[in-house]
């Protein structure tokens, strides 16, 4: 019988023989004026067509995806001093389709090797051309649809950290290609630990600025400040810096790898050795601590929420809940880095979120029961609702993203033992009837999920308020309603239609809820809503 496994990934071991680099061609091209352009370093993409005078003729390399993407990154040497050239992108294929491969703010560029990136700008830019001036003050430019970020670029930044107590990293596995994918263990990475977080990045190559969020996010796990030290006290983070290794380092697209790419390869037997180990090792670790599984990506260059911070929904409702409840905290956490804001989110259903799928990183992470918060969290290239994305608010970004983990971790965490509490009267004294009730779970009939939030809002509310058992029945009752009607929404309507009734259905809650509450326990609740 045929081994589809070992002929597929035997395929492309030929291939990266013959052609170098797996099929993404390293190519140079030098004109008669000595200007030299070319790909042959890490994370490098182009194919020159030619070179006319002071025009560039192009194209991103998309060999071995299925379909186009934009992905390009190039050096060039040898330019005149004030010289501008304009670089046009061609399509030199038939069977796909054309799109723009030049951002809103031009090419990113970097005159020192890519150890800083700034953006042209998109001034005397098209969705497929762009003129550059040659500064004199560098002899190697190096241009590219996105801020890259390679192997180099995190051995780079971890060397700081290289001692530290609370960092250790470890090998996940070895990609096709050779080449060590990091498996990085920052927090608290010794003795029994309350939370396990696991955060990956870069299932798609070309999608470099989840690699940012995380050094940001490593920053603020490591600081010294209120975050940082109960982050290092209760939580252990296993980070996947590079789960395509080989496309970041060979400079793949990465979206749409055929056979499959990485992150549509969690259904049954995994092809690539990255998602096979991870598959493998994250429950080990996990156990039943492991509470957050987050998958970073970027989505298109350009137009609408591709130009935001956003997240994607998942169809799972008790997972919506969660991420409802995770958006509020990062929401409240983004300050003075790149905008979010939770009405950005993709909700199941709409614009491009709508198939029920079963074969990518978050419908894995779902099959480990300890998990509650399961997301995708999308990070544009160049623009995040006006405000121009780059490497250092990106950064920033990761750490407001570590605050609203912590955030989370402790609600989660005061929740449950709001709901474990059982008050045992230690004298005749203590057992006079007072008007705090903590309440033993019910059940509601609905998923395990929602039932688990609703008791956990329930007790946290008894406790904060001051409820009377009388009270805590009567939400526990207003939230079971809305869950209710909030499925059924769900299941009967459609885009605006379902937006306008979940708004309505959250709406009549609240007011249920206010109405049976005192002024003074009104006045807490508006409290409570506001941390």
């Known amino acids: ?270 092809l690539w050795a990255s998602v096979s180990a991870l598959k493998s090792f994250v429950p080990k670790w996990g156990g039943q601590s492991i509470k957050v599984a987050l998958d970073i990506h970027c989505p298109f260059i350009s137009g609408g929420s591709h130009e935001s911070v956003y997240m994607v929904e998942n169809f799972r409702e008790p997972t919506q809940v969660q991420q409802s409840l995770f958006s ?10 790149l905008p979010y804001k939770e009405s950005n989110n993709i909700k199941f259903g709409t614009s491009w979120n709508k198939g029920k799928k079963d074969s990518r990183f978050s419908d894995w992470a779902h099959s480990m029961n300890s998990v509650r918060l399961v997301s995708t969290i999308e990070m544009p290239y160049a623009n995040a609702s006006g405000t121009v994305v780059t490497a250092e608010n990106t950064r920033v970004f990761g750490r407001d993203l570590a605050s609203a983990i912590a955030k989370y971790l402790q609600t989660e965490s005061q929740e449950s033992k709001v709901t474990s509490t059982q008050q045992t009267p230690k004298s005749a004294e203590q057992e006079t009837p007072k008007t705090t009730t903590t309440l033993v779970p019910h059940s509601t009939g609905l998923p395990k999920g929602i039932e688990s939030w609703i008791n956990g809002r329930v007790n946290y509310y008894t406790k904060n308020l001051n409820l009377n058992e009388q009270q805590a029945q009567q939400i526990r009752g207003f939230f079971t309603e809305s869950a209710k009607r909030g499925a059924e929404i769900k299941e009967t309507l459609k885009g605006e239609e379902q937006k306008k009734a979940s708004w309505q259905n959250q709406r009549e809650r609240e007011h249920k809820v206010n109405s049976i509450l005192t002024e003074e326990q009104k006045k807490k609740m508006a409290e409570l809503e506001k941390k």
């Open 1 to 270: 019988m045929i081994d589809i496994k070992s002929l597929v990934l035997g395929t492309m071991f030929f291939l990266s023989f013959v052609c170098g680099k797996t099929c993404c061609l390293a190519q140079s091209a030098t004109a008669d004026g000595g200007i030299t352009i070319y790909s042959d370093f890490p994370g490098g993409n182009i194919v020159v067509d030619s070179i006319v005078g002071d025009q560039v003729y192009l194209h991103q390399d998309i060999n071995g995806i299925w379909g186009n993407w934009f992905y390009w990154n190039f050096k060039v040497k040898g330019a005149t001093p004030g010289k501008t050239y304009t670089f046009n992108f061609t399509h030199p294929w038939e069977d796909v389709k054309k799109m723009q491969v030049v951002g809103v703010h031009g090419p990113a560029i970097s005159l020192d090797e890519g150890k800083t990136w700034t953006w042209a700008g998109k001034e005397n830019t098209t969705a497929h051309s762009f003129t550059y001036t040659f500064p004199s003050n560098t002899s190697v430019v190096q241009l590219s649809a996105v801020i890259p970020y390679t192997e180099a670029d995190y051995t780079r930044f971890m060397e700081r950290y290289k001692n530290h107590p609370n960092v250790y990293e470890r090998g996940l596995t070895v990609s096709e290609g050779g080449r060590k994918v990091e498996r990085l263990h920052i927090g608290k990475v010794a003795g029994n630990v309350s939370h396990k977080v696991l955060i990956t990045a870069r299932h798609h190559a070309c999608e470099s600025m989840g690699s940012f969020v995380l050094e940001g996010l490593i920053e603020a796990v490591l600081e010294d400040d209120t975050d940082g030290k109960w982050l290092r006290e209760n939580v252990e983070f296993l980070l996947i810096p590079f789960m395509d290794k080989d496309g970041v380092e060979e400079g793949r697209q990465g979206k749409n790898q055929r056979p499959r790419d990485h992150n549509s390869d969690y259904k049954g037997e995994s």
């Open 328 to 337: 509020a905290h990062l929401e409240r956490s983004v300050k003075n880095s």
